[in-house]
């Protein structure tokens, strides 16, 4: 809101989300990322981190994250 319309932010989803935390727990970080960054069309999914091996993110948690921010509408 500070920045107005002239950015688009990227990233910063924490990966530790993706291994540590259930589909719920991820889904209900992505409705917080959806309320108060990407309200109006101006974020880009992305990981804080490179995810580069199994045990850096859970395959169906992953999926399910691109998923929510695939599907859902700004």
């Known amino acids: 809101k500070v ?10 989803y924490p990966v530790n989300y993706l291994y540590h935390k ?10 917080r990322i959806m309320d108060e ?8 999914y992305s990981e804080n981190k490179i995810v580069c091996h199994k045990t850096d993110a859970d395959p169906e948690k992953l ?4 998923d929510f921010f695939r599907n859902t509408k700004y």
Do not use: F, P, R, W
């Not at 589909?23 to 209900?28: G, T």
């Not at 960054?37 to 880009?44: F, K, L, N, P, R």
């Not at 999926?63 to 691109?66: C, I, R, S």
């Open 37 to 44: 960054v990407a309200y109006d069309g101006t974020y880009i």
């Open 63 to 66: 999926k399910a994250v691109v």
């Open 22 to 31: 259930s589909i719920e727990e991820n889904i209900d970080l992505c409705k």
């Open 3 to 12: 920045i107005g319309d002239h950015v688009a932010l990227v990233g910063g």
